[in-house]
């Protein structure tokens, strides 16, 4: 495995780790409950986990495998 292919295996599991606690609160509140405040709850720990995982899926995409990056040089 190249060295961007570990960088990016990393940065995966990093992404995983950080958005665990937001997608654990999201499964304790049921999103079709009827309850408001589960609604809110529910939501913004969806929407939490995607901001926290953002900078790392932008790190992330800067590894890219050269191939697809690089032209071919003929």
């Known amino acids: 495995m190249s060295l961007n292919g570990l960088i990016r295996q990393s940065l995966e ?3 995983e780790l950080v958005a665990m606690p ?3 609160a999201q499964k304790i509140w049921p999103e079709d409950s009827t309850s408001t405040t589960d609604q809110v709850i529910n939501r913004a720990a969806g929407l939490s986990a995607g901001l926290a995982t953002m900078p790392f899926k932008a790190i992330r995409e800067i590894f890219e495998d050269d191939r697809q990056q690089s032209p071919s040089s003929s």
């Open 13 to 15: 599991m990093v992404e």
């Open 22 to 24: 937001f997608l654990v």
